[in-house]
């Protein structure tokens, strides 16, 4: 009984009640399920979740025309994307092989079947969709534990490393960018990787509340320290208590309260408004900024001593316009997203989409690509967004960039741009990119090692 739960389930799709019986007892290792139509075939897919499926494409009600197979082909592959689908066709169907490729399909196979060596291909399908679904399993640890942050340049992923390395410590840290770079969301992801993840994250953004109001929010005012102060009021440092601080816009901290925040950040106690006692309280500060702290320390806005206080560690958060790649990732991860939640089946971007997704400067960053995927999730007509969905122009290319004639850095980015344009089309299925650019799977897995872009 012990072996038989080790055995790995395998999905033979075939109506000829001949080779089911063949296929049912060769293949050494697995525990084979047949499946003689695409309802049966769906039913087992959605039981045993196989890594492994071998589909004829001549399946009833026309046993003779590949359409119901690819139909089920399509349909397989709909709610199990990652299965290896080796399709098993006639004699001298090459075309709808290819096709079959082209929609998805792992590999295919030609009748009549040599048990031996469908066999092997079955095999090296299984061990490849194990280390794929390692790799996915690690990705997925990945997004988790950085609390969303989608990126897979060099850029994003050493500011990645960055915050696990200073999230641990309790050094206040300065995060700089422009606005909609995701300051926010690396706030929360150097929160939920420190030992105070499940205390409060407290944020409070300087450059949304009145002056007036700024200094009692922050650090809470006792009854009656001024008019409408009808009840004792914590602040939100104090709220923080055991977990993080993170002060947004701290550029815009008007002086009598930099002041203020710098005995606090010294001496780690507050008064309240009003009060005279002193509280100590136990926070993480986070600060963050899309100003140049250096021009307003010149222009004499800002304390010197304070930025010294706040900028124990300072973390640079790149543009998206200069984090090679991320913006077709991001578009996609955002495209599908927002398909689900508006119950959308959008295929993709059409090519002229994904170009102008390249070339816009994006000077609103993740926050501008993110809405403008939302709006064309919403507008599209077709399958597939096209640039006028995103209010992009196609033209709109980046200015400045200096023109570079040295022809193997040219041909080395056309070809790193096409090879993210076949994964963006293909969803990361890498047969069906291989296909796309006309190349193998190890010339494609050899060009990804060459770029990083595993
Ligand atoms: N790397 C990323 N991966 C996924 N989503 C991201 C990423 N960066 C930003 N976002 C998303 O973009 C939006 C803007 O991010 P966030 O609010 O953190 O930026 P910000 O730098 O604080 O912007 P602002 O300066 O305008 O306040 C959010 O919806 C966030 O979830
Ligand atoms: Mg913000």
Redesign the pocket.
């Known amino acids: 009984m012990a072996k038989k739960s080790k055995l790995k389930t395998l999905l033979a799709v075939e109506d000829d009640p001949g080779l089911q019986s063949q296929l049912r007892w060769c293949f050494e290792g697995y525990e084979v399920v047949i499946a003689g139509d695409r309802a049966a075939a769906l039913a087992a897919v959605n039981k045993y979740h196989p890594a492994v499926i071998t589909l004829d494409l001549g399946l009833p009600p026309d046993p003779t025309n590949a359409s119901e197979g690819l139909a089920t082909l399509g349909e397989i592959l709909s709610i199990h994307p990652h299965a290896k689908v080796i399709v098993v066709t006639g004699n001298d169907d090459r075309e709808n092989a290819v096709k079959a490729v082209s929609l998805g399909a792992y590999d295919f196979y030609q009748k009549p079947v040599d048990p031996e060596i469908l066999g092997m291909i079955i095999d090296r399908a299984h061990a490849l969709y194990d280390l794929e679904e390692e790799y996915r399993q690690l990705l997925q640890a990945r997004t988790t534990q950085l609390e969303?942050?989608?990126?897979a340049s060099p850029q994003?992923q050493k500011a990645c490393r960055m915050v696990e390395k200073v999230a641990p410590s309790d050094v206040t840290t300065l995060?700089l960018?422009?606005?909609?770079?995701?300051?926010?969301?690396?706030?929360?992801a150097l929160h939920n990787l420190s030992s105070r993840k499940s205390g409060p994250f407290i944020a409070i953004?300087c450059a949304a509340i009145p002056e007036a109001l700024l200094e009692s929010e922050l650090f809470g005012h006792e009854k009656g320290a001024f008019t409408g102060a009808s009840k004792q009021t914590r602040g939100k440092i104090e709220y923080a208590d055991g977990g993080t601080f993170f002060l947004?816009?701290v550029g815009d901290l008007p002086q009598p309260l930099q002041a203020k925040m710098l005995r606090f950040l010294q001496e780690r106690v507050i008064e309240r408004v009003g009060g005279r006692s002193e509280i100590s309280v136990d926070v993480r500060v986070i600060c963050?900024t899309?100003q140049d702290l250096q021009d307003l320390i010149k222009a004499g806005k800002f304390r010197e001593d304070l930025y010294y206080r706040i900028s124990e560690v300072t973390l640079k958060?790149p543009p998206?316009r200069e984090?090679e790649g991320?913006n077709l990732m991001?578009a996609r991860?955002?495209i599908d997203r927002f398909s689900r939640e508006h119950g959308q089946s959008l295929k993709g971007f059409s090519p002229e989409a994904m170009q102008a997704i390249e070339c816009h400067h994006w000077p609103?960053?993740?926050?501008e690509?993110?809405n403008k995927i939302k709006r064309a999730v919403i507008m599209a007509d077709g399958d597939y967004v096209t640039p006028e969905d995103l209010e992009l122009n196609i033209v709109d290319r980046k200015e400045n960039e200096p023109l570079c004639l040295d022809l193997r850095h040219v041909r080395e980015e056309a070809e790193r741009k096409a090879l993210q344009r076949a994964l963006t089309v293909a969803n990361n299925n890498v047969t069906q990119a291989a296909e796309l650019l006309c190349v193998s799977r190890p010339t494609l897995y050899d060009l990804l090692n060459k770029y990083g872009l595993k």
């Open positions: 969303g942050i989608i990126g994003m995060l960018g422009e606005s909609g770079t995701g300051k926010e969301l690396f706030a929360r953004n947004d816009e963050a899309h958060i998206l984090r991320d991001l991860v955002f609103g960053n993740v926050r690509l993110e």
